[in-house]
């Protein structure tokens, strides 16, 4: 029988299976309240008795992350982390330091299997999507292990989130909580590569959350070079999408646009990209690519970028920022800590 995953409930869910096991409902409330203040085994939960402990032991069970790598930049203070779950398998979140407040990124899945060329999550394809206890159990492990209060999160490190949607809908829910850890929607971004269907589900649920669209090209041939997506929703697809979102939610939209060095960066480019976003409600995040191995994709000069985001500025009105790179002495973007470690397995 396979057991309860206690960290991926709601309180009423916890309340009901205290009921299931012959206690007393207010016995789902301590266990909800020993969790979020770090239990990792029921015994330590404060107040439970013992008995009642050792049968959740038995139905029950409070997933557990250890840290395996972890990597601290000498220059920003960023902390990249490989955290091995219980099966072995490996997800990667980076915790990084803005004057707003303290910001981690997190996995959804092992491994992706969207295929984006510029991307080392993709490379070993989709291993698993990861249960809601597994996403907040790294921004817990990164409280932990920082000892700093995580304020923002950025779900766009390994996987496609609305890949993974049920899943990711009941961390977002549980991460909100305010006994749990009282994360704001609107302190949380969501990153997809434009899963047309999905987004307009996430559209119905009218979450006050930050949706990032990941663009990276002006059109669909572009785009489909780069973004196997493309071949299944066209940019005007996804623009259409997009729209859709925000005029169910209100919400501005943040397109993400990894600039490659002579593939997407010309001001030829820019202005494509000027005119589709033109008249929206938008910001462009660019985001000058991380150079992986397999690829010999080489990130745009900073005379390319400039007149990028000039020609966008000017020409469209729009808003665009160059993301800046944190912890860049230490290694492994998105993906690439876990895709080592596979490569000393083999």
């Given at each position: 029988m396979e057991k309860a995953d206690v960290l991926s409930m709601f309180p009423e869910e916890l309340e009901q299976l205290a009921l299931d096991l012959g206690?007393?409902?207010?016995?789902?409330?301590?266990?909800?309240?020993?969790?979020?203040?770090?239990?990792?085994?029921?015994?330590?939960?404060?107040?439970?008795?013992?008995?009642?402990?050792?049968?959740?032991?038995?139905?029950?069970?409070?997933?557990?992350?250890?840290?395996?790598?972890?990597?601290v930049s000498q220059i920003d203070g960023t902390v990249k982390f490989l955290f091995c779950l219980q099966d072995g398998e490996a997800v990667q979140s980076v915790f990084m330091r803005y004057k707003h407040g303290n910001t981690v990124c997190i996995s959804t899945q092992v491994g992706c299997r969207m295929g984006c060329s510029f991307c080392a999550s993709t490379k070993a394809g989709l291993r698993r999507s990861l249960l809601p206890s597994e996403m907040l159990l790294q921004v817990m492990k990164a409280e932990k292990e920082t000892g700093e209060k995580v304020s923002n999160i950025v779900l766009m490190g390994m996987g496609e989130?609305?890949?993974?949607?049920?899943?990711?809908?009941?961390?977002?829910?549980?991460?909100?909580?305010?006994?749990?850890?009282?994360?704001?929607?609107?302190?949380?971004?969501?990153?997809?590569?434009?899963?047309?269907?999905?987004?307009?589900?996430?559209?119905?649920e009218n979450l006050q959350i930050t949706l990032s669209v990941s663009l990276h090209a002006p059109n669909t041939e572009k785009r489909k070079a780069i973004m196997p997506i493309a071949n299944k929703y066209s940019v005007e697809e996804l623009m259409a999408a997009c729209d859709r979102?925000?005029?169910?939610?209100?919400?501005?939209?943040?397109?993400?646009?990894?600039?490659?060095?002579?593939?997407?960066?010309?001001?030829?480019?820019?202005?494509?990209?000027?005119?589709?976003?033109?008249?929206?409600?938008?910001h462009l995040n660019l985001i000058p690519v991380n150079p992986i191995k397999e690829r010999d994709f080489?990130?745009?000069?900073?005379?390319?970028?400039?007149?990028?985001?000039?020609?966008?500025?000017?020409?469209?009105?729009?808003?665009?920022?160059?993301?800046?790179?944190?912890?860049?002495?230490?290694?492994?973007?998105?993906?690439?800590?876990?895709?080592?470690?596979?490569?000393?397995?083999?």
């Amino acid at each position: 029988m396979e057991k309860a995953d206690v960290l991926s409930m709601f309180p009423e869910e916890l309340e009901q299976l205290a009921l299931d096991l012959g206690e007393k409902k207010f016995r789902g409330k301590q266990i909800f309240d020993g969790l979020y203040h770090g239990a990792e085994h029921f015994s330590e939960i404060k107040g439970l008795p013992a008995v009642f402990a050792a049968k959740l032991e038995e139905y029950a069970e409070i997933r557990s992350a250890v840290t395996e790598r972890k990597l601290v930049s000498q220059i920003d203070g960023t902390v990249k982390f490989l955290f091995c779950l219980q099966d072995g398998e490996a997800v990667q979140s980076v915790f990084m330091r803005y004057k707003h407040g303290n910001t981690v990124c997190i996995s959804t899945q092992v491994g992706c299997r969207m295929g984006c060329s510029f991307c080392a999550s993709t490379k070993a394809g989709l291993r698993r999507s990861l249960l809601p206890s597994e996403m907040l159990l790294q921004v817990m492990k990164a409280e932990k292990e920082t000892g700093e209060k995580v304020s923002n999160i950025v779900l766009m490190g390994m996987g496609e989130p609305l890949d993974n949607y049920d899943n990711v809908m009941k961390f977002l829910r549980l991460v909100n909580l305010e006994k749990g850890m009282n994360i704001g929607m609107r302190h949380i971004s969501l990153s997809t590569c434009g899963l047309v269907e999905k987004m307009d589900r996430l559209a119905e649920e009218n979450l006050q959350i930050t949706l990032s669209v990941s663009l990276h090209a002006p059109n669909t041939e572009k785009r489909k070079a780069i973004m196997p997506i493309a071949n299944k929703y066209s940019v005007e697809e996804l623009m259409a999408a997009c729209d859709r979102y925000t005029a169910k939610t209100g919400r501005r939209i943040s397109y993400e646009y990894a600039l490659i060095a002579g593939v997407n960066d010309t001001v030829a480019d820019a202005h494509e990209v000027g005119r589709l976003l033109a008249g929206r409600l938008a910001h462009l995040n660019l985001i000058p690519v991380n150079p992986i191995k397999e690829r010999d994709f080489k990130k745009s000069g900073q005379d390319a970028i400039k007149k990028f985001v000039e020609t966008v500025e000017n020409n469209y009105h729009i808003s665009a920022t160059v993301r800046r790179k944190l912890g860049s002495d230490i290694d492994a973007s998105c993906g690439q800590l876990r895709a080592r470690r596979e490569e000393e397995k083999q």
